[in-house]
């Protein structure tokens, strides 16, 4: 598993929110929705992105893709100019200023929305609405806003999201959550490759500490050593220490431990399965031993975390 593969074991689209905006200038969205990762397409006319970090405004040209980050608020607009007059609230509910819901008011068919189905902008946005704990290092390393025009990678399977989107068959939501994904994936590649990526993704393509990275993200709960796992790259422990530390930013086995705990952490979240045999799964000899380091990192208990995942899973389906 390489650090793209570790990206989408935690925003995996899972249900994701998949929209087709229509809109008639002049228009205005505040984003306020908190979302982990969102990929706007714009599939006609244009827009413009107004961070509030006071960065200068970003343009949006037909063909080109934005990934944004979250959870920070944000604006899309026609212009620059052109005061918000629409809010994206979390759970993608849509309000007026006022706090008028405005959901059913501005349908405009099936995962269609907007102001004016002949409108002169058209968009397609896909969110994730929450990100696991095993994304976090690549998370970390994203920009609030990624922009890439139409020729900066292959976009044939945006092509087929923007298609997709606004159909209505068997299983079609599990065929958008796919489409999106592998459409995230193909963006953050194009991006990485032409920008200063960090330190420990270009280690994923070295031959000893790349091949030790996926030692330890696919076999977590091996019980693995500095010494182990040097025999199984075939170098020195010291060599392998020094180039890890090197190139990921950190010792092997600090690495394994944050690993470790972002999976149970994620498993957890997601799963029913007992504190006993989560941690079997991710490397620790008992409930107790993972519930100590858990609460170590974390800050809060195993039991805890789920209780407020749950609590927050339920919260976001009212």
């Known amino acids: 598993m390489d650090a793209l593969a570790s990206l989408l074991e935690g925003p995996r689209a899972r249900g994701a929110f998949v929209m087709c905006s229509m809109l008639k200038p002049p228009w205005s969205l505040r984003i306020q929705d908190e979302a982990a990762l969102a990929v706007v397409s714009m599939v006609r006319g244009g827009a413009w992105i107004m961070l509030d970090n006071n960065a200068p405004p970003r343009q949006l040209c037909e063909g080109d893709v934005a990934i944004f980050r979250g959870p920070d608020h944000y604006t899309v607009a026609d212009d620059p100019a052109t005061e918000p007059d629409i809010v994206i609230h979390p759970g993608n509910v849509t309000k007026t200023l006022d706090g008028e819901t405005l959901c059913e008011t501005l349908s405009l068919g099936v995962r269609q929305w907007g102001t004016d ?114 025999e199984a790259v075939g170098v020195s422990r010291a060599a392998l220490a020094r180039r890890f530390t090197d190139l990921v930013g950190e010792p092997p086995m600090s690495f394994l431990t944050e690993w470790r705990l972002a999976l149970a952490a994620d498993l957890l979240a997601e799963s029913d399965a007992t504190i006993e045999s989560i941690a079997r799964q991710v490397g620790y000899g008992s409930a107790f031993a993972l519930s100590t380091a858990f609460k170590r990192h974390f800050g809060l208990s195993p039991r805890d975390h789920r209780q407020g995942a749950t609590h927050a899973e339920l919260s976001s389906a009212g």
């Open 117 to 230: 189905a002949y409108g002169a902008t058209v968009m397609v946005t896909g969110t994730y609405e929450s990100a696991g704990a095993a994304s976090q290092r690549l998370l970390r390393a994203l920009p609030q806003v990624i922009v890439l025009q139409r020729g900066d990678f292959d976009t044939r399977l945006l092509d087929i999201l923007v298609d997709e989107a606004v159909k209505e068959q068997p299983a079609q939501g599990a065929v958008l959550d796919r489409l999106l994904d592998m459409v995230l994936i193909a963006a953050l590649r194009a991006w990485f490759a032409r920008n200063d990526a960090p330190a420990w993704y270009h280690a994923y393509s070295d031959p000893l500490v790349g091949k030790a990275l996926r030692l330890l993200q696919h076999n977590p709960a091996h019980g693995w050593t500095v010494a182990s796992l040097a």
